[in-house]
Every structure is written in C-alpha cells, then in structure tokens.
C-alpha cells in the first residue's frame, strides 16, 4: 500500500521516525534498481545495523508505508548522497513523514503549535490522549475504534517524535525547545514550497512551517536574512512580496549543494 493512501496511522506514531536509522538506509540506496529490491536488499544485508529481525520487519514496513521512494520521496535519498549532515537531513524528513502522515501532520502544525501560542510550557502525554479522543471521535465516529493502551502509545510516540526533531525536551512530560530550523533546511523548504504554491506570500504563509513551530513572522525573517547575506533575494514593500531563489528548482538545488 502506498504511503500516501495511510491516514491516522498509529502504526507509523507508534514506531516513530527512524532517523538515524533511515539516513542508514538511503546512505547505500542503489537507484539503479527498485525501490523493492533495495529493501529486499536492506532484509537481506541488515546493512542498517537492525538489533534483530523482527526490529528489521518493522523498520522495512514504516519505509514502505511512511515514503514514495520512487516519487516525490526521492530527493530526501539524494540529500544523503549529497553528504548533507544528519543534523540539516532530519529537518527535511520530517517534511516528507509529513506528506504522507496525516496524523503527525496535525499534532504538530495544529495541536502542538496552537498550544505553544497559547503560553503552555508542559504538554503531557494525557494532554495529547485527549487531543487524540476528540480527533478520533471526529473523524471515526466513535473514541472506541482505538483501544486506550493504543492511544497512550500513539501519544508517547508523537511526542517522542517531536523530541527527536529536536522540538521539545524532557523524559516524560515534555517541554517546548528553542528550535532554529537549519538553514540548509530551510532553503530546501522554500524551493519546494515554492514550486508547490508559485506564490511568495503563499510560500511564507504557508502551514508547513508549523511543523517546526515557526510562524509566519519568523520565516520572513530567515528570508531578510538570507538576502541581506545573499543567499537569495526578498523584496518587501507594503504588501508587495516577492522571493527569487538562485537555482531553478529542487532538484537543481538538491544536486548543487554538498559539503
């Protein structure tokens, strides 16, 4: 089943993002074979270091559910092979889990960010538990269809998730982090965004920064300095708004940038 067909996924919260582990996995991708034979290769090989073969099956299945490797997942493989730093790297594959996650999608760029805004320091994992019965309530009919030690797991697990993006600290009940998205990120972001919306007030508005819990101010921001260093160009004047980046797309920038 294609990643993008998966909605409300509490296996893919459950599991959480492999990070270091998938950086692993897309460091030795072959693209000259299949996205299946490259996992079939990853099963046979265990090249990513799994502690067992059970933990393998589970990681093989999020990359096949969390990821159109042969699509529009394929540039986040080739920013690994770039040699970009996991550091930049993960910023990025948190975009990308969230294209096709709709559940991490919403915890963070709606529940978790509105909550930041409100002033809250402290999220619990029975805060993000209701959060969870009212979503599921809503879009399922009915708080039954999961069982509550699954949506205690699926809570842990989305906020053990926005600790390994480096959004939140702490063991159990986790506190907001001041997080900088990188720039490398970032300007990745922008290229994207930008190709998605042709528009710079879309691209600087848009949802997706709530994903590292950024608003709109702080984005335009990163872009005056960006140009002030000439890294790109930002004009604003009133509600004038217009945003030129130096490569002509993505995968431009993506085959121009390496350490």
């Known amino acids: 089943m294609n990643a993008a067909t998966e909605t409300l996924s509490s296996y893919l919260a459950i599991k959480g ?4 582990t998938t950086f692993r996995a897309f460091s030795d991708w072959d693209f000259s074979h299949t996205p299946k034979e490259n996992l079939e290769q990853i099963e046979a090989t265990n090249n990513v270091g799994a502690s067992s073969d059970g933990w393998l ?10 990821y159109d490797l042969a699509g529009v997942d394929r540039p986040l493989i080739e920013l690994v092979q770039q ?4 550091d930049d790297w993960r910023s990025v594959q948190l975009w990308h889990m ?3 996650d709709e559940l991490l999608r919403l915890f963070l760029t709606k529940w978790l960010f509105d909550h930041r805004e409100q002033g809250i320091v402290v999220i619990s994992v029975d805060a993000v538990v209701e959060f969870l019965h009212a979503l599921i309530e809503k879009r399922l009919g009915s708080v039954d269809q ?3 030690n699954t949506y205690r797991r699926v809570a842990s697990g ?12 702490g063991r159990v009940n986790k506190e907001f982090e001041s997080y900088r998205l990188p720039e490398r990120s970032l300007t990745y972001l922008l290229y994207v965004l930008m190709e998605r919306e ?6 600087i508005e848009a949802e997706d920064w709530r994903l590292f819990l950024m608003r709109t101010n702080e984005v335009e921001e990163e872009l005056l300095r960006l140009h002030q260093y000439g890294k790109l160009q930002f004009e604003r004047a009133g509600s004038f708004l217009e945003l030129t980046l130096p490569c002509k797309n993505t995968d431009e920038y993506v085959r121009s940038v390496t350490l």
């Open 158 to 169: 989305l906020l053990k998730t926005a600790t390994e993006f480096h959004l939140m600290r």
């Open 198 to 203: 042709n528009n710079t007030r879309k691209v």
């Open 83 to 86: 040699g970009w730093h996991i």
């Open 146 to 148: 999961w069982k509550e």
């Open 17 to 20: 993002p492999f990070i270091e």
């Open 57 to 66: 099956k589970q990681f093989i299945r999020v990359l096949r559910q969390r």
């Open 98 to 100: 969230s294209r096709h």
